[in-house]
């Protein structure tokens, strides 16, 4: 995973925007895959970020990129904790709802929905996805909306707005280390 595919896909994240992004990353194997999580943690961590590899398949691994003090936070509220404990998770902490999370998606058939919630999305409209099975909704941008128009439509500007300086700062030779927000 290149810094250009890091800065395409998780700029929000890095500038502490959102809790989380995740993307799929092709690799020649798992073992090349588990070195360039290792390497970007090297650099991340001490800024508050991780990088974890949520499932691996078909040489291709599904990343996610998260904020640690922002997910702790998204995930301790109650509407948020109410969401996970109906689908069966413990929510003493964000590490075990992420290895929860993990389970799941290498178990389960069904993509969970719930992975909204990891992402820094607004319960309801995790829960409004779930709810309407991913129809009717009132918005579609970066998720679909279920509840704030106005309030979603403005993040989505806000994360629109920070990619492309992102990805502006980048192509001048900023390096990742000065791009992402300590937090």
């Known amino acids: ?51 974890i590899p949520l499932r691996w398949q078909d040489g291709r ?8 003090s922002r997910l702790d936070c998204d995930l301790r509220k109650e509407d948020a904790r109410c969401l996970l404990r109906e689908r069966g998770y413990a929510c003493d902490s964000p590490e075990r709802c992420i290895v929860q999370l993990i389970q799941r998606l290498r178990q389960d058939e069904d993509f969970p929905h719930e992975i909204g919630l990891f992402l820094g999305y607004p319960p309801e409209d995790v829960k409004g996805f779930i709810q309407n099975e991913a129809g009717g909704c009132k918005l579609c941008g970066y998720w679909k909306v279920y509840g704030d ?8 500007r806000q994360y629109r707005t920070c990619t492309e300086a992102y990805k502006e700062q980048l192509s001048k030779g900023t390096n990742i280390e000065r791009l992402v927000i300590a937090g």
């Open 149 to 156: 128009v106005e309030a979603a439509a403005e993040l989505f």
């Open 61 to 68: 691994a599904l990343i996610y990129v998260y904020r640690v």
């Open 1 to 51: 995973m290149g810094v250009d595919m890091l800065v395409r896909n998780c700029s929000p994240t890095l500038a502490g925007l959102k809790a989380g992004n995740i993307f799929s990353c092709a690799y020649e194997n798992e073992t090349a895959m588990r070195e360039s999580v290792r390497l970007w943690n090297t650099k991340l961590v001490k800024k508050g970020l991780r990088v």
